[in-house]
Structures are given as C-alpha cells and as structure tokens.
T-cell receptor
C-alpha cells in the first residue's frame, strides 16, 4: 500500500510567519502534486513536480521534490489569512493517492 | 482543464436507503475517479471508472456497496447503497487533465452526505 504521510497535521500561525509542510513516502511517484482545499469545495491543484530535486515557486509558495522522488515540501513565506485551508500532497502513478493532509489556519 | 458538475451538493439520508451521486464533465475523458473524504480527513480513492468496462475498486471498497456507472465519456454515477451513519462523508469525483495525471487532476465540488 502506498502511503503519503504529511507533517504537521495541524498548523496555527499568525499572519506574516513562515511555515513548511512535509510530505513523505516510501514509494517513488512519477509526479508529486500539491492541492489546497477550502470548505465546501474540491481540492484545487497548486503545482506538480516531476523531476527529482525540482524546485518550483508560486508567488509566496515554494515547492520542492526530493532527489529520490519520494518526498516533497511546501514552504509558505509571510503567510496570510487567505492561505488558510487544507493542504494535500498527492502522488501520481496510474491513479492519484493523497497524503494525510495538513490543516493550516492563519490568524490576522 | 475540464469543468465538472457534481450533484447533489449535499443530502441528508435515512439509514438503509441509497443515494446516487452524478458527475458530468464538459469534455470527454477516459477515466473518472471517485473519492471519499471522511470528516476532517484526507481523500481516499474508492474506484476508477472507465467507459465500457467495470470500475476498478480499491482495497476496502466493493461494488455491492458502491456501484458505479459510466455510460459514456462525459458522465458517471456513484451510488452509496444501504447507507449507515459511517457512510457520512464528502464524496468527490475527479478527472485528470489529459496527460495521464501528471498535470494534475480536476475535482468536482463534492457531495456532502449525512446519514441519520
């Protein structure tokens, strides 16, 4: 069974702080994707990383794929209340397997 | 990317009854995926639905409990049968963006099911 463990499970921070979310697996994936989900909505894709060691930046979000393509991290700089939500990593093979999730709350 | 319409958006059902959830995609797709999201949890894949063949179920999910139809390349249904309170979850359908999933998946907005 392919498992993707995320840490931390919950994160509650003040606006302006930085944070990092980790996604770890014992399996290799062809790509690793990050999604954000808000209440009442389905997950929305933030980024896909494909190459081991790859780093992608999306405004204040930085995504990194591990060299062995088993792990990934999401770093948010200067978090804002609008970043609040459930962050999910997902490994792609012939289907999409989701991580355990990180619930982020950013207070003004 | 594809746009998915999922309905109903929410329902409250009596135990022992069944609910059918519909997903309509605005373009033809080979595979559609059904997920369950239990309260406060991440998403768990229920099954993959290919047009013209039986759905492929993940470990822990069976066809008798979650029958799936895929009559054409733009539509699928998931039925939650003989419901119990443990089936209270959000159910979501999704499709890949056309490159085997490596460019991400698009999700419907989900069906929030409460079984009483």
């Amino acid at each position: 069974t392919q498992l993707l463990e995320q840490s931390p499970q919950f994160l509650s921070i003040q606006e302006g702080e930085n944070l990092t979310v980790y996604c770890n697996s014992s399996s290799v994936f062809s790509s690793l994707q990050w999604y954000r989900q808000e209440p009442g909505e389905g997950p929305v894709l933030l980024v896909t990383v494909v190459t081991g060691g790859e780093v992608k930046k999306l405004k204040r979000l930085t995504f990194q794929f591990g060299d062995a393509r088993k792990d990934s991290s999401l770093h948010i700089t200067a978090a804002q209340p609008g970043d609040t939500g459930l962050y999910l990593c997902a490994g792609a093979t012939d289907k999409l397997i989701f991580g355990t999730g990180t619930r982020l709350q950013v207070f003004p | 990317s594809a746009v998915i319409s999922q309905k109903p958006s929410r329902d409250i059902c009596q135990r022992g009854t069944s609910l059918t959830i519909q997903c309509q995609v605005d373009s033809q797709v080979t595979m559609m995926f059904w997920y369950r999201q239990q309260p406060g949890q991440s998403l768990t894949l229920i099954a993959t639905a290919n047009q013209g063949s039986e759905a492929t179920y993940e470990s822990g999910f069976v066809i008798d409990k979650f029958p799936i139809s895929r009559p054409n390349l733009t539509f699928s249904t998931l039925t939650v049968s003989n419901m119990s309170p443990e089936d209270s979850s959000i159910y979501l359908c999704s499709v890949d963006r056309g490159t085997g999933g490596e460019d991400g998946y698009t999700f419907g907005s989900g069906t929030r099911l409460t079984v009483v």
